[in-house]
């Protein structure tokens, strides 16, 4: 299934949400803790083995949220957990009073994966649309809700406090400077039996990582056309999903449209989102690239931004 299908299913469903269905779990084994799971370090000079691949789910009002952020084991019953201040986990632990209950779902469904990677509005729910999606069944846990495929069950709690994260190779080519992230604390770390670690080798573009950006982008162009038909496509180089630039095709460019993408959840997080309004090919980088260097209108931007090509 395509990235464009995946997500205009997305969106299609994402307005007629089915309840759970919950099946009988497989047999689980319970591990000491993080580090009795076979982390690999990828790089030499990543700080440690980590968890890169796994499903942060949180309730909120009776809504599951999804996140996926790097998990840097700190012992056995404590992780660094590396998530942006302005993420949606980031954000819930700011308004929160207390601890945040949270369950990680490592090796699950690949629908699961995709509804937590993408950047939906707050109230979606990002369990019941991978169920719309793909038929994904989950089983009851101690904590909230995993796909039955799940390989690794990871229980805890966030609070406040906060604790300095390693270094990390990422897609840029460069390392990741250290800084403060939340801390989780560890309840209970389980493992299917004859299960496997699932993870993901983080490097240059394009690799998986890409891809999987690339898809929920795609998500998100159908949302916005939803409120603004004459948008006729947007695109992202292979960077430029997680450098924050994209290109955008309408049948027009008019102020509405502008604010509508500086306002937007989701685009008005790019660094720089180029506008144009002809037969320009936005999937061919030359021809954008060359369309950018000979466009009269290209000073017009709006702070420093949005340009208009």
């Not at 493992?191 to 982008?217: C, H, K, S, W």
């Amino acid at each position: 299934m395509s990235a464009d299908t995946l997500a205009e299913r997305a969106n299609r469903f994402s307005r007629d949400i089915t309840q759970l269905s919950f099946t009988e779990p497989k047999a689980y084994e319970t591990l000491e803790g993080l580090e009795s799971l076979p982390l690999c370090r990828f790089h030499d000079d990543d700080t440690a083995g980590s968890i890169n691949l796994g499903c942060v789910i949180t309730e909120h009002s009776g809504i599951f949220h999804g996140g996926i952020y790097r998990i840097e084991p700190a012992g056995q019953k404590r992780a660094i957990i590396h998530c942006a201040d302005k993420s949606g986990l980031g954000k819930a632990l700011a308004e929160a009073t207390g601890d945040v209950p949270v369950t990680i779902a490592v090796g699950c469904s690949p629908f699961l994966v995709f509804t937590c990677a993408c950047s939906f509005p707050y109230d979606s729910d990002a369990l019941r649309l991978a169920s719309k999606l793909g038929g994904v069944k989950y089983i009851r846990t101690s904590g909230f809700p995993v796909p039955s495929d799940t390989r690794v069950i990871i229980h805890g709690a966030i609070g406040h406090e906060r604790a300095k994260g390693g270094r990390f190779f990422n897609h840029t080519g460069k390392y990741t400077e250290p800084k403060d992230f939340p801390v989780i604390n560890i309840k209970s770390v389980q493992i299917m039996r004859g299960g496997f670690l699932q993870t993901m080798i983080t490097d240059i573009p394009p690799t998986e990582n890409v891809y999987l950006g690339q898809a929920a982008a795609r998500v998100n162009f159908y949302r916005f056309r939803d409120g603004y038909s004459a948008v006729r496509d947007i695109r992202h180089p292979e960077v430029g999903v997680y450098g924050r630039l994209c290109f955008v095709l309408a049948d027009g460019i008019n102020d509405i449209l502008l604010k509508r993408l500086k306002n937007d959840p989701f685009y008005g997080r790019f660094s720089k989102i180029f506008v144009f309004d002809d037969d320009t090919d936005i999937n061919d980088m030359a021809n954008v690239l060359w369309r950018i260097g000979n466009s009269l209108r290209f000073g017009r931007n709006i702070d420093g931004k949005i340009f208009i090509v």
